[in-house]
Nanobody
Framework: VQLQASGGGLVQPGGSLRLACAASGFGSDNYAIGWFRQAPGKEREGVSC????????NYADTVKGRFTASKDNVKNTFYLQMSSLKPEDTAVYYCATLRGFHCTPYFSDYDWTDWGQGTQVTVSS
């Protein structure tokens, strides 16, 4: 199982970015993809969750209405569209996976087994 995150960068407040997480090694298994972030000096925060084989998605309250998770099952790639970005969204963003699971509102509490490398998102003017 491998995850490759990409798409981070520097953006002004109010701007948008789209992160991507390319997944490989799963075959036809169902799995959940979680997006997390960690800012310096802060605990890791669960941002969003999307399930490969159904339409379940979940979001942290801090990003609800601004971030949208989506997927391309043909490419096994998962996206996090981030809009109306705020300086407090600045963090290293990670994708993670948990085979055989689907998303629920409690996704942050899952024991995520595989992690991609982080991608830095900086929101600053």
């Amino acid at each position: 199982v491998q995850l490759q995150a990409s798409g981070g960068g520097l953006v002004q407040p109010g701007g948008s970015l789209r992160l991507a997480c390319a997944a490989s090694g799963f075959g036809s298994d169902n799995y959940a993809i979680g997006w997390f972030r960690q800012a310096p000096g802060k605990e890791r925060e669960g941002v969003s969750c999307i399930t490969r084989n159904d339409e379940r998605t979940n979001y942290a309250d801090t990003v609800k209405g601004r971030f949208t998770a989506s997927k391309d099952n043909v490419k096994n790639t998962f996206y996090l569209q981030m809009s109306s970005l705020k300086p407090e969204d600045t963090a290293v963003y990670y994708c993670a996976t948990l085979r055989g699971f689907h998303c629920t509102p409690y996704f942050s509490d899952y024991d995520w087994t595989d992690w991609g490398q982080g991608t830095q998102v900086t929101v600053s003017s």
